[in-house]
């Protein structure tokens, strides 16, 4: 059973930082690239960022470029999101969710659960 469990969200201070984890099992996880997408109150959801299966490429929405980094350690079966410069329009639930391929196809089929980052003073 493919399971991803985020971690790591809370409340934090606008321009502060945090680092979102993501426990992946029940699949080869080093053969898949891996997205993580957010759902702001109210609104829909939105894409992020995306890492291939190896971690040699990365991608950004603009909206978070230059302050987010999307890593992975595929010993651990682990994916991360280091957030830094955070503002309180990047508050939103964070999902990690697994690809379908090797490479970014963004054509996700699985999900977790989600973790919650609030952005206020």
């Known amino acids: 059973e493919v399971q991803l469990v985020e971690s790591g969200g809370g409340l934090v201070q606008p321009g502060g930082s945090l680092r979102l984890s993501c426990a992946a099992s029940g699949f080869t996880f080093s053969s898949y690239a891996m997205s993580w997408v957010r759902q702001a109150p109210g609104k829909g959801l939105g894409w992020v960022s995306a890492?291939?299966?190896?971690?040699?490429?990365?991608s950004y929405a603009d909206s978070v470029k230059g302050r987010f980094t999307i890593s992975r350690d595929n010993a651990k079966n682990t994916l991360y999101l280091q957030m830094n410069s955070l503002k309180p329009e990047d508050t939103a639930v964070y999902y990690c969710?697994?690809?379908?391929?090797?490479?970014?196809?963004?054509?996700?089929?699985?999900w977790g659960k989600g973790t919650l980052v609030t952005v206020s003073s």
């Open positions: 890492i291939n299966s190896g971690g040699g490429s990365t």
């Open positions: 969710a697994k690809d379908r391929a090797l490479v970014v196809t963004t054509r996700m089929d699985y």
